[in-house]
């Protein structure tokens, strides 16, 4: 390769050539220092921080590199790059995998029109689950670039030495032929060994199939990853998780502000009357974890004080609810369609 050097008439190319050779010894010693940094890093630092995602949202089942980190009540993903699928990680067999975690998205795409589906079958004895709590730049996200609260992912998590083995089949688009092959997998997925996953993909007519299993011993336990801590911690308290949660469930295209705090007030007031009853309300589901969360009587105290209120017309047949703002200003919310026993407790 040749190197053109370039300078200005007033000073002399042997000065040139001395501030080169000074900054390339720079560079090395830079380079020398950083190489030593990372190796002493790794060799202290046995936390896990990369792993492949499992997409199941998408009959696709396309694989991510992702990086993981970990906050008190739950994990957080960020992305990193698309790296295939699972039909090309096994197009000529068994992937061995060495080294990385493997995360399995239990979302679980579902088509009623075309009868497509994405199954996970697993040991719920034998493998760790989780939820994932915060992302950032992930596919499904749309793109953005930003970390975010998310509604909670429900995750398995599998062991560095967990293996993608594709499972044989007739290779033919057959009613039958598909029906065959879903209920023997179906009778292979009851009597599976602990730590062991399969992840089915098909439709009316056909139906793929891979197992996720450890390569070296059964799973006695499941794998307990140390995944380094989430930095933005202040994200992902019990309290931002649960204003989250709570905007995402009464956010509708064209809402106000107003309005939507609101309907937040009146789903706290529906779950705590369902808490009070011992029944679950069809209409206002309640995400898990939510009425146990300790900023869950805050939040409703805190709404309650500031003069929000909520009725309900029990002469109405359509059991409508009036909501009231600190202001004064009066909306219609939902109906409050529930057993007497719920709608007594909301009382």
């Given at each position: 390769m040749r190197m053109r050097f370039f300078y200005f008439p007033q000073q002399k190319p042997q000065a040139i050539?001395?501030?080169?050779h000074k900054g390339v010894d720079n560079c090395r010693r830079m380079l020398y220092t950083a190489d030593s940094y990372l190796k002493k890093y790794h060799e202290e630092d046995?936390?896990?921080?990369?792993?492949?995602?499992?997409?199941?949202?998408?009959?696709?089942l396309m694989i991510y590199a992702v990086s993981m980190t970990q906050v008190e009540n739950g994990l957080v993903v960020r992305f990193g790059t698309e790296v295939g699928s699972l039909r090309i990680f096994?197009?000529?067999?068994?992937?061995?995998?060495k080294d990385l975690p493997i995360i399995v998205d239990l979302r679980c795409y579902k088509s009623k029109e075309s009868g497509g589906f994405v199954e996970v079958g697993y040991t719920p004895q034998a493998i760790r689950r989780s939820s994932v709590i915060g992302a950032m730049g992930m596919p499904w996200q749309g793109g953005t670039k930003s970390l975010r609260p998310?509604?909670?992912?429900p995750v398995l998590v599998c062991g560095p030495t967990t293996n993608i083995i594709p499972v044989k089949r007739?290779?033919?688009?057959?009613?039958?032929?598909a029906s065959a092959m879903y209920t023997g997998l179906k009778k292979v997925r009851q009597q599976m060994e602990p730590g062991t996953i399969f992840v089915t993909e098909g439709q009316r007519d056909y139906v793929d199939a891979w197992r996720l299993a450890a390569s070296n011993t059964k799973h006695e336990k499941p794998f307990d990853p140390d995944w380094r801590q989430e930095h933005r911690t202040d994200m992902f308290t019990a309290e931002a998780m649960f204003k989250h949660t709570l905007k995402q469930l009464t956010w509708k295209p064209g809402i106000t502000q107003m309005e939507q705090e609101g309907?937040?007030?009146?789903?706290?007031?529906?779950?705590?009357?369902?808490?009070?009853?011992?029944q679950k309300s069809r209409h206002f589901p309640c995400p898990e974890g939510m009425v146990e969360n300790p900023a869950f009587p805050e939040f409703l105290l805190r709404m309650e004080q500031e003069g929000w209120n909520v009725d309900i017309e029990l002469h109405s047949a359509h059991r409508h609810t009036k909501i009231v703002?600190?202001?004064?200003?009066?909306?219609?919310?939902?109906?409050?369609?529930?057993?007497?026993?719920?709608?007594?407790?909301?009382?």
């Open positions: 050539i001395r501030q080169i046995n936390t896990l921080s990369t792993a492949l995602w499992i997409d199941t949202t998408s009959r696709k096994t197009e000529s067999g068994e992937f061995k995998n998310i509604t909670p992912i007739n290779y033919t688009w057959n009613l039958n032929v309907l937040m007030f009146l789903y706290l007031n529906v779950w705590a009357a369902s808490e009070s009853a011992g703002s600190p202001t004064g200003e009066e909306f219609l919310g939902p109906s409050l369609k529930e057993t007497p026993k719920l709608e007594e407790a909301f009382i």
